[in-house]
T-cell receptor
Framework: AQSVTQLDSQVPVFEEAPVELRCNYSSSVSVYLFWYVQYPNQGLQLLLKYLSGSTLVKGINGFEAEFNKSQTSFHLRKPSVHISDTAEYFCAVTRPKAAGNKLTFGGGTRVLVKP | DVKVTQSSRYLVKRTGEKVFLECVQDMDHENMFWYRQDPGLGLRLIYFSYDVKMKEKGDIPEGYSVSREKKERFSLILESASTNQTSMYLC?????????????FGQGTRLTVV
């Protein structure tokens, strides 16, 4: 079974400052990793995913994440945030080739961007 | 664009009522999921289905059942609603294709049980 821990439940940040959201996972097998974003009153939208290959993954809206197998981490970063990045962010894992491709999510990190 | 549509954005039901939450996807995806979202707990999987008439329990199936009679439709049923089932419910779908494991989510149904 997999599990995901998002180390910060809330992250306040000033506009144009960098932000890092931390995600650690636990799994006895290799995994695929995802970051999703949920804007207020909306469903989840995929930001980026790591399946294989380069450990640095670029996503939409200027976000990127780095897969670190030895530290079992998949931290999300953005060098300069905008007010519109205020949202909740979820890290998730799934097992490759698992029937159903079910995702296991972390508890979420709420980002509040201040002017 | 992939569309996952949940039948209601907001629902208010009474304790003991039978509640149906409906979800339809238009991309011919094999997999469909029901998650429950609560503050601080993230999304927890209730049930999922990887084929018509197939269903598997997720992490928190107690008090819920599901139905998948057609590929595009996945229903979540609360047999006898209770106040601790007040929550946001999210439906998702994904293809069963290698390296295309992205799940697409509906807008969510906020259910209040009074």
């Amino acid at each position: 079974a997999q599990s995901v821990t998002q180390l910060d439940s809330q992250v306040p940040v000033f506009e144009e400052a960098p932000v890092e959201l931390r995600c650690n996972y636990s799994s006895s097998v290799s995994v695929y990793l995802f970051w999703y974003v949920q804007y207020p009153n909306q469903g989840l939208q995929l930001l980026l995913k790591y399946l294989s290959g380069s450990t640095l993954v670029k996503g939409i809206n200027g976000f990127e994440a780095e897969f670190n197998k030895s530290q079992t981490s998949f931290h999300l970063r953005k060098p300069s945030v905008h007010i519109s990045d205020t949202a909740e962010y979820f890290c998730a894992v799934t097992r490759p080739k698992a029937a159903g491709n079910k995702l296991t999510f972390g508890g979420g990190t709420r980002v509040l961007v201040k002017p | 664009d992939v569309k996952v549509t949940q039948s209601s954005r907001y629902l208010v039901k009474r304790t003991g009522e039978k509640v149906f939450l409906e979800c339809v996807q238009d991309m011919d995806h094999e997999n469909m999921f029901w998650y429950r979202q609560d503050p601080g707990l993230g999304l927890r999987l209730i049930y999922f289905s990887y084929d018509v008439k197939m269903k598997e329990k997720g992490d928190i199936p107690e008090g819920y059942s599901v139905s998948r009679e057609k590929k595009e439709r996945f229903s979540l049923i609360l047999e006898s609603a209770s106040t601790n089932q007040t929550s946001m419910y999210l439906c998702a779908s994904s293809p069963q294709v290698p390296l295309r494991t992205e799940a697409f989510f509906g807008q969510g149904t906020r259910l209040t049980v009074v």
